[in-house]
Every structure is written in structure tokens, then in C-alpha cells.
């Protein structure tokens, strides 16, 4: 069975302290990794697509790199607006899209 | 290019009653995939559609149905309701297979 397990669950940094969320899975057959932001009571919104262990995408402050068991989105400098919670998703060769849990982040100014 | 739109809203129904959800995907989009999401939860799948079949379901009962017309729009009905199915539904589309799925802003159902 696919797992998608992202750490830490809750993330507190002062602005302008870069970090990274972590997302780790197991998976029959990767077929995309993604990121995605999502504010409270709204719909995720898309951020990243990652095919193949190696790809990095970058967006303002959000980096994503893929390995072979994880992905990690690096935040440099962030800002109050940032703040959100973070969700990972990797769909398999059966175009199963699932979700981790998600890593709620909080910039404080 | 518009979203992915979810109707209504909010929705408030009373336990035993029956809900119906819509979603209209991105134009050109095929696949519609619903989720549930709890209050303070993750994303729990609940069904995928493609080309007007259902391809898949989540771990749920089978009063969580739906189907999706021949425009690619969707909905999820919501049988027997029981106050645990209060929660945030999600719909996403995806144009092709493998590729990044666009939500809509989901449907607040509130089960009282």
C-alpha cells in the first residue's frame, strides 16, 4: 500500500529563518510527486510537480527536490504570508492520488 | 481559464437527510477526484471519476456515491447523513493521467 508520511507536523519559524518540510513515501510505481499550499477552510493550491529523483523546481522562496524515497520543500526567507499548511501528494501507476498529512507552518513576523 | 467550481458553498442538512454536492472541473479536464477532509485532518480519498466511469473509491461507505455527466461535472451524494460527515469536500480535475490536480475552494457540509 502507498504511504506518504511528511514531518515535522506543526513548524514555527521567525521570518526570515529558512527551513525544510520533509516527505517521505513508499510507492508502487511513482508516476509524480506534488506540492501543494492550502489556507484554512480553502482548497489546496498547486505548487510543484516532481517526475524523477534528481528534478528540482523553485518558485519565489519554495524550492522542491525529489529522491528516490523523499522530497523536500525548502523555504528560504520566509515571510507571515507563508504561513499555511504544506501537503504532499504522489500519484502511483494506478493514477491513485494520496495525500500525507501535511506540515503546518507558522512565519511569525 | 476558470477553476474548478464547487456548489454550494456551505450546506447544512440534519442527520438522516440526503446531500448532493457538485463540482465543475477545468474545461478540458476529464478526471474529477473527491475528498474528505475533517476538521484539522488530512485528505481522505473518496472517489475518482475519468471519461464518465468511476475508476475508484476510498475506504467508505457505499452512501458516499456520485457519478459524472458526459460535460466531465461531477457529484457526490451523501446518503443517510450521520453527524461525522460534517467535513470539507474537495474536488479536484486533472487534465490527463499523472499530471497535477487543481481543487476547487470545496463545499463546508454540516451535519446537525
Not at chain 1, 521567525?14 to 517521505?24: A, R, T, Y
Not at chain 1, 515571510?79 to 503546518?104: H, I, Q, V, W
Request: aromatic share 10%.
Amino acid at each position: 500500500e502507498d504511504q506518504v508520511t511528511q514531518s515535522p507536523e506543526a513548524l514555527r519559524l521567525q521570518e526570515g529563518e529558512s527551513s525544510s518540510l520533509n516527505c517521505s513515501y513508499t510507492v508502487s510505481g511513482l508516476r509524480g510527486l506534488f506540492w501543494y499550499r492550502q489556507d484554512p477552510g480553502k482548497g489546496p493550491e498547486f505548487l510543484f510537480t516532481l517526475y524523477s529523483a534528481g528534478e528540482e523546481k523553485e518558485k519565489e522562496r519554495l524550492k522542491a527536490t525529489l529522491t528516490k524515497k523523499e522530497s523536500f520543500l525548502h523555504i528560504t526567507a520566509p515571510k507571515p504570508e507563508d504561513s499555511a499548511t504544506y501537503l504532499c501528494a504522489l500519484n502511483n501507476a494506478g493514477n491513485m492520488l494520496t495525500f500525507g498529512g501535511g506540515t503546518r507552518l507558522m512565519v511569525k513576523p | 481559464e476558470a477553476g474548478v467550481t464547487q456548489s454550494p458553498t456551505h450546506l447544512i442538512k440534519t442527520r438522516g437527510q440526503q446531500a448532493t454536492l457538485r463540482c465543475s472541473p477545468i474545461s478540458g479536464h476529464t478526471s474529477v477526484y473527491w475528498y474528505q477532509q475533517a476538521l484539522g485532518l488530512g485528505l481522505q480519498f473518496l472517489l475518482w471519476y475519468d471519461e464518465g466511469e468511476e475508476r475508484n473509491r476510498g475506504n467508505f461507505p457505499p452512501r458516499f456515491s456520485g457519478r459524472q455527466f458526459p460535460n466531465y461535472s461531477s457529484e457526490l451524494n451523501v446518503n443517510a447523513l450521520e453527524l461525522e460527515d460534517s467535513a470539507l469536500y474537495l474536488c479536484a480535475s486533472m487534465r490527463q493521467l499523472n499530471t497535477e490536480a487543481f481543487f476547487g475552494q470545496g463545499t463546508r457540509l454540516t451535519v446537525v
